[in-house]
């Protein structure tokens, strides 16, 4: 079986079978072309994606009621979700409350922006190039200096984090650089490209899979054995969509744990 969809893939590839590839999110303007609002098929999604998400928020804050409905509840329990399993289990209810409606906005609108990946119509998520993951890792690299400066003061802060108490003073040499990239670099670098890569990766695997669903089934020239092998290329291709959708809630999930973290560490220890 291994051996029969090795040589599948390779003689689809080489008979026509279009594969996806990172062009592909890099789609061609579609309204205002030539122009500084110049709109392509992902920022449209993003668009679509917030106006969908403020939407259904907001009529359901507006419909709130006392004893709660199951849409109602749904809604908060994913708010409850995110308020208590990741902002107050890592900071704490009192440090925590200032932060919960912004990790409970990084968490929603990653999770609506990666489930695009997967919605007939949309078919990419919004989070799936670098532009848009960035966005977010910087809004958290600048709350966690904020909240830095506002604590202990940033240049006490920087003081500390450069230079180490306990540690001897040659070993600074090396350590002062090390800790400046991390906070600069490598914090937000580690959440844009964890939740950039994962949802390209996902999305070329689903779309690989259904490629050859359609080469094998609809193409190919021997139906006898294109037909099941492209039955089960599609079957591949269903459970990497019904993955992808588990990935869309884990990426976000992480997203949001570790901006959570990052900002946490910038308040002086107990």
């Known amino acids: 079986m291994v051996g029969s969809f090795g040589t599948g893939m390779l003689l689809a590839a080489e008979t026509g079978a279009h594969l996806p590839s990172v062009d592909d999110f890099l789609p061609p303007e579609i309204l205002f072309q030539g122009t500084p609002f110049a709109i392509n098929r992902i920022i449209l999604i993003r668009i679509v994606a917030t106006i969908v998400l403020l939407a259904v928020l907001g009529v359901t804050a507006s419909r709130a009621k006392l004893i709660p409905g199951r849409w109602q509840g749904v809604v908060e329990m994913g708010l ?23 990790i409970t906005t ?19 998520a919004a989070t799936a190039t670098v532009v848009m993951p960035l966005v977010f890792a910087l809004w958290t690299m600048a709350q ?13 802060y920087l003081r500390h984090e450069l230079f180490t108490p306990g540690v001897p003073w040659p070993v600074y040499i090396l350590l002062a650089p090390i800790n400046i990239l991390e906070l600069l670099v490598i914090r937000p670098a580690s959440l844009t490209i964890r939740l950039f890569a994962n949802m390209v990766s996902g999305h ?8 050859f669903a359609q080469y094998w089934m609809v193409d190919a020239v021997n139906k006898l054995q294109g037909v099941p092998v492209g039955a089960l290329w599609f079957a591949g291709g269903f459970a990497m969509t019904c993955f992808e959708a588990f990935v869309a809630f884990l990426q976000a999930y992480v997203f949001a744990i570790l901006s959570t973290v ?7 220890e107990e």
């Open 106 to 124: 990084l968490f929603f609108t990653i999770f609506v922006f990666n489930l695009c990946g997967i919605i007939p119509g949309m078919n990419m």
């Open 204 to 211: 070329l695997m689903v779309a690989t899979c259904l490629a």
């Open 144 to 156: 966690y200096w904020i909240a830095a400066a506002r604590s202990q003061g940033l240049g006490h």
């Open 80 to 102: 409850d979700f995110v308020r208590d399993k990741i902002v107050y289990d890592i900071m704490g209810e009192t440090r925590g409350k200032r932060y919960v409606p912004m």
């Open 262 to 268: 990052y900002i946490n560490l910038s308040f002086p």
